[in-house]
């Protein structure tokens, strides 16, 4: 018994079962406390189709975290790149709000890997400086006043065609970590950079690279996000903040169960078991409070799982 369990877990299948027995625990519990609430099939659909939003986003983060490295800018980059795409699908119609946001994100991508090479400090120091950058462009963009979505435009923030744009990018992802030679650069520099530099890696090229594929999934998800909440305001004071976590969780779920094989398949089960998480805690009637103590607690214990700190390392 114990041969075939130690046999199963050195295969691929086995992050696959932990994700899988997952979400059957999560579902279970929440289904046996508030059965009438929780868990039918018409909700597990509406919850698949908010994880997904965030799943796209985990999917760009996950290049630079497997990397070591962070972007806090990432809700500023939603708002503003969602902010510009309804500003001009008015006069572009959806090629507006679908090349907009892209460009506008892989832009601040980019921006965000120029600025945290040259400076050669933390990226989350400085992903969070330019976080203020973008917000405050936000706030001049829109004058304070809410962008709200014409109805005319609002195919992605629904079946088909939310699913549809969510799984190209899952394939994109998947295609560029595993075919291209960004995807192994990628891997190799989060295994061990001082090697792939000594190897002949350009290691700030291949950084600045990662911050850009950020940036575009980013943009990517600001579609998503603003086709299915059909309004967005400026963030300012660091209030976009909030929207840098729940990828971010689903990203840390890729990074943990990342040796099996399925990275991306665990950042979309990973955001599911998230959402799964929150509609339970919004079935019980919980506060917001609870809701975010949860939040951060499940964020502690994913990081402290899929992050094994190395003696003398330095924070990037």
């Known amino acids: 018994m114990k041969e075939s369990y130690q046999k199963l877990k050195s295969t691929h299948w086995y992050g696959l079962v932990i994700l899988a027995v997952l979400v059957f625990v999560f579902w279970g519990i929440f289904k046996i406390l508030t059965p009438s609430n929780f868990g039918t099939m018409p909700k597990m659909v509406s919850y698949l189709q908010s994880s997904l939003i965030y799943a796209v986003g985990g999917c760009g983060l ?77 706030v001049f963009v ?76 980013t943009g990517i998800m600001s579609i998503l996000t603003i086709s299915y909440g059909t309004s967005m305001i400026a963030a300012s004071n660091m209030s976009s903040m909030s929207r840098n976590f729940t990828p971010l969780m689903g990203t840390f779920f890729g990074l943990a169960l990342k040796k099996y094989g399925h990275p991306i398949i665990a950042i979309i089960v990973g955001e599911f078991i998230i959402s799964l998480i929150f509609n ?8 917001t409070t609870v809701q975010n103590i949860v939040t951060g607690a499940a964020l502690l214990l994913i990081v402290c799982i899929s992050i094994k700190p190395v003696k003398g390392e330095v924070v990037k």
């Open 62 to 138: 996950y290049f630079i975290c497997v990397m070591g490295l962070f972007d806090f800018s990432v809700g500023a980059n939603i708002v503003l790149s969602s902010i510009i795409g309804v500003s001009l699908c008015t006069s572009f119609g959806y090629a507006g709000l679908l090349i907009t946001p892209i460009l506008c994100g892989t832009i601040m991508g980019l921006f965000n890997g120029l600025v945290y090479s040259k400076l050669r400090i933390p990226s989350m120091i400085v992903t969070t400086g330019l976080a203020l950058l973008y917000e405050s462009l936000g």
């Open 142 to 217: 829109t004058n304070g006043s809410e962008k709200i979505l014409s109805e005319k435009f609002r195919a992605f923030g629904s079946y088909p065609w939310n699913f549809v744009l969510a799984v190209l990018a899952f394939f994109l992802c998947g295609f560029i970590l595993k075919y291209t030679k960004v995807g192994t650069y990628t891997y190799a520099i989060g295994s061990n950079e001082n090697t792939a530099k000594n190897m002949g890696v350009n290691v700030n090229k291949y950084k600045i690279i990662a911050f850009t594929l950020c940036g575009m999934f």
């Open 280 to 287: 339970g805690f919004v079935s019980l009637g919980a506060p």
